[in-house]
């Protein structure tokens, strides 16, 4: 399977936002997600988060501490394990990964404000450029997500 891979490049939103927004589209198309976060405090962060988000639906989830992998439609983790079988891979910046092309779609999450992740996020692009794989790159406007390159797109 090729994965189409987006990167999203936030400036206008906090990352629990903009992920809530991502992740309800998800599953409005029937997709399962596992967020990949790149440590405990990032994975605690985001769960109490998910919960309490106002401008989402509902957006039912869990990770190790509850439990029942299997039956949660998204699944926090900070390691490979996928217990849901989720098509869908949510990357948070800085968690390094060799098996984003094994999705059928990977989502890059980059705060644009932070330079360590906007490198992080110009490496993996590079790398995956390179294997010439099929990425995207979003950036957040006024309007939402503007689509501002596309590898697929060939000039």
């Not at 206008?12 to 198309?29: C, E, N």
């Not at 990357?91 to 094994?102: F, K, P, Y």
Request: proline fraction near 3%.
């Amino acid at each position: 399977m090729t994965a189409e891979i987006g990167f999203y490049h936030l400036s206008r939103s906090r990352l629990d936002q903009a992920l809530g927004q991502l992740l309800a589209r998800s599953l409005s198309a029937g997709q399962r997600a596992v967020i990949r976060c790149r440590d405990a405090a990032q994975l605690q962060s985001l769960n109490a988060a998910l919960w309490k988000l106002d401008d989402s639906p509902w957006l039912p989830h869990g990770s190790k501490a509850q439990g029942q992998g299997e039956r949660q439609p998204i699944w926090l983790t900070l390691d490979h394990d996928v217990p849901n079988g989720a098509r869908f891979l949510f990357l948070m910046a800085g968690v390094e990964t060799d098996d984003a092309t094994t999705f059928e779609r990977a989502f890059i999450v980059f705060d644009g404000a932070d330079e360590i992740a906007v490198s992080w996020a110009r490496e993996k692009w590079r790398g995956w450029a390179a294997q010439d794989l099929s990425l995207s790159y979003w950036q957040q406007t006024e309007d939402g997500w503007k689509k501002q390159a596309d590898t697929r797109q060939k000039t």
